[in-house]
């Protein structure tokens, strides 16, 4: 397993594997979206925690069509179903790559981010942790929807369709966290909600994951 | 006599061949007295004016779009369990039609909106959880569009309505913790106090009997077609081989 883990990282990090991608586009939202609004100091730092969330599902999305695919395309996915270690850890193993390389690059930068959005310093530790419990469920539940869509040719569209719905109430909670530290308010309840949903979906969803991925190599 | 037998699809296309006819002509009989007595045979409210009188399209139609989608729940869960094909086909079947009742919730709800609250569209937790549901069933459509073997269409797409009932549950939780609402309580409830007042309730009643008795001819409807066209195309390919 942890063979598989570092195999998935390396693959991730080497040239063509898309590592930097989520994380350059991730820094692009947040240039883009003051130069859409304009440069209001108030307004940035009001819509600051929902642009950094939804920038971060965006970026999610991006590396999520090649978690399952490219080991369909060569064949490492039926010798990956057919090994003694259960799918559904694989499942989980893959997430957890996935999310070395996307969500916890995202959580380190997100702070400097919200600095360019002239988030207020009360927010900032909010921030960390809400990245840092959330972003786990952006890549468990993106491999959910990368697994139902692995025996598709073109399913990159499709892949956004179904996974974008499932990232509402991350997205909902996970903003409010940092909504409320900014305003210097006890975020702890939403907070909890995030970890919630996070634990739940890793506990749960590999299994419907590692059920779908079963139903496409049939 | 049980209901597994119309697992079986001659059982199940003679049975609904029979009852279909009846059930549309009760649809539109509960339809046509309801809608025409809710809307030219009632009063006008004290505070909304004729305006109250879109409750008898707006009720039934977010009723049975919710409706749609735990039948659609049901019905994945049994052909993930019993891999009955007939199951499968009416899960299918009823999604459209279920997206097609949230459009018209979402619809009418604008158009009582605009005169009454000032707006087409509020970010209200129901409102909302409503536009998400949309969502979730044009994921659900498109992935039975996109997957050709008809079987793996139905494993996959059974599998998505299980997970996409659970996060649509907690997004619709999620929405009221995130937004105070707009939207009025429940119009319907077992507590006489509660609901809208007798004059508009009955009329209301028969015009949700209706949209049942429509969803459900709607749906057998589109489950014959279903099964014909599966037929079909086993034929063609049997035309083919041989």
New interface residues.
């Given amino acids: 397993m942890i063979s598989l883990l570092m195999r998935d990282i390396t693959l991730a990090m080497r040239a063509g594997g898309g590592f930097g991608l989520g994380l350059a586009f991730f820094l692009l939202v947040a240039v883009l979206v003051p130069l859409g609004v304009g440069p209001d100091p108030i307004t940035l730092a009001k819509i600051a925690p929902g642009i950094l969330w939804v920038g971060a599902l965006l970026a999610c999305l991006l590396s999520l069509d090649r978690l399952f695919a490219l080991d369909a395309e060569d064949g490492s996915l039926d010798l990956l179903a057919t090994a003694p270690v259960p799918l559904e850890a694989v499942v989980v193993i893959k997430s957890l790559a996935h999310w070395l390389v996307t969500g916890l690059p995202l959580t380190v930068i997100a702070p400097a981010l919200g600095l360019l959005l002239n988030l207020p310093t009360s927010g900032y530790p909010w921030l960390v942790a809400a990245f840092g419990l959330g972003t786990p469920a952006l890549s468990v539940i993106g491999a959910f929807g990368a697994a139902l869509t692995v025996g598709l040719k073109r399913g990159g569209l499709l892949l956004s369709l179904l996974v974008l719905p499932l990232y509402v109430p991350t997205l909902i909670f996970g903003a409010e966290v940092i909504r409320r530290g900014a305003l210097g308010l006890d975020a702890t309840t939403p907070l909890l909600f995030l970890a919630g949903i996070t634990l739940g979906s890793t506990a749960l969803l590999p299994i419907a994951s590692a059920a779908a991925i079963r139903v496409n190599l049939r | 006599m049980s209901i597994w037998e119309y697992a079986n699809p001659k059982k199940f296309m003679q049975t609904s061949g029979i009852v279909l006819p009846w059930v549309s002509a009760l649809a539109a009989i509960c339809l046509i007295i309801g809608l025409t007595w809710g809307f030219f045979f009632t009063p006008d409210a004290v505070n909304f004016g004729a305006t109250v009188k879109i409750i008898y399209l707006h009720v039934p139609s977010a009723m049975m779009a919710i409706n749609a989608w735990v039948m659609m729940l049901i019905a994945s869960l049994i052909w993930l369990i019993r891999r009955h094909h007939v199951s499968a086909l009416a899960a299918k079947a009823a999604a459209p039609v279920g997206l097609t009742m949230t459009l018209i919730a979402l619809l009418t709800g604008a158009i009582w909106g605009e005169p009454m609250w000032g707006t087409w569209w509020a970010w209200d937790p129901r409102l909302t959880s409503f536009l998400?549901l949309t969502?979730?069933y044009?994921?659900y459509l498109?992935?039975w569009q996109?997957?050709d073997n008809p079987d793996?269409a139905a494993?996959?797409t059974s599998?998505?309505c299980?997970?996409?009932s659970v996060?649509a549950l907690?997004?619709r939780y999620?929405?009221n913790?995130?937004n105070q609402g707009l939207h009025q309580g429940a119009s319907l409830s077992m507590d006489a106090k509660d609901h809208v007042s007798n004059i508009y309730y009955i009329p209301l009643l028969i015009s949700i009997a209706g949209f049942i008795l429509l969803f459900l001819s709607l749906v057998l409807l589109r489950t014959r077609t279903e099964i014909r066209s599966r037929r079909l195309a086993a034929l063609l390919l049997r035309e083919r081989i041989a």
């Fill in positions: 998400i969502l979730f044009l994921g498109a992935l996109a997957v793996t494993d996959l599998v998505l299980i997970v996409g996060f907690l997004s999620a929405v913790f995130w």
